[in-house]
């Protein structure tokens, strides 16, 4: 199974150059989510979504939009990529089991360096 | 206050040592709970679920305590292999739609 993929693994940027994180889960979940994590830092959520065509903003979500057309993709935008963006990137997904959500699934993580 | 709170540790234990964890969580309606390993630079990896009645996983053992709004790990016999950073999870109820993540307790096994 693969699970959740996102893409690229690696990626650096120049400041004010814009790029999309792919992440993509096969296992029919609702609900998928970004995720910044600084050098010594816990997950801080950027944005997420319950559902195709809903998104919603979470505790870091300026410089970044998402959008979510299909329950499988979830792509999250760069508009100007900054320095202070500089991050691992983790995209999870979930899904709704007795109306509570059940442990989350990560992908592999974008290592991004913007210069 | 943050929703979900964790000991800020690090935690440097000698191999063979008992580590325990604890999480504090602020929503009373939480349903579920969850806790992640994640070695350095890699994705989150589910530990185990936390049950209400609590739950034991060879040397690990998870516990809930709604009354006080925590739960718990339990690492016994210490291996080096068990150093990593320890996240506690909440899961929403009621309005609340997403994940909550704890920053996280960092865990050395020392030889």
């Known amino acids: 199974n693969a699970g959740v993929t996102q893409t690229p693994k690696f990626q650096v940027l120049k400041t004010g150059q814009s790029m999309t994180l792919q992440c993509a889960q096969d296992?029919?979940?609702?609900?998928m989510s970004w995720y910044r994590q600084d050098p010594g830092m816990g997950l801080r959520l950027i944005h997420y979504?319950?559902?195709?065509?809903?998104?919603d903003q979470g505790e870091v979500p300026n410089g970044y939009n998402v959008s979510r057309s299909t329950t499988e993709d979830f792509p999250l935008r760069l508009l100007s990529a900054a320095p202070s963006q500089t991050s691992v990137y983790f995209c999870?997904?979930?899904?709704?089991?007795?109306?509570?959500?059940?442990?989350?699934?990560f992908g592999q993580g974008t290592r991004l360096t913007v210069v | 206050r943050k929703e979900v709170e964790q000991d800020p540790g690090p935690f440097n234990v000698p191999e063979g040592a008992t580590v325990a964890f604890n999480c504090t969580y602020s929503?009373?309606?939480?349903?579920?709970f969850f806790w992640y390993r994640q070695d350095c630079r890699k994705e989150p990896k589910l530990l185990m679920s936390?049950?209400?009645s609590g739950n034991e996983d060879g040397r690990f053992t998870a516990q809930l305590n709604r009354a006080s709004q925590y739960i718990s790990l339990l690492i016994r016999d210490s291996k080096l292999s068990d150093s990593a950073t320890y996240l506690c999870?909440?899961?929403?109820?009621?309005?609340?739609?997403?994940?909550?993540f704890g920053s996280g307790t960092q865990l050395t096994v020392l030889p």
């Open positions: 296992m029919n979940h609702e609900y």
């Open positions: 999870a997904s979930s899904t709704l089991r007795g109306g509570t959500y059940t442990e989350a699934f």
């Open positions: 929503n009373s309606a939480s349903q579920s």
């Open positions: 936390v049950y209400s």
């Open positions: 979504s319950v559902g195709a065509g809903i998104t």
């Open positions: 999870v909440v899961s929403p109820s009621g309005s609340a739609r997403q994940l909550t």
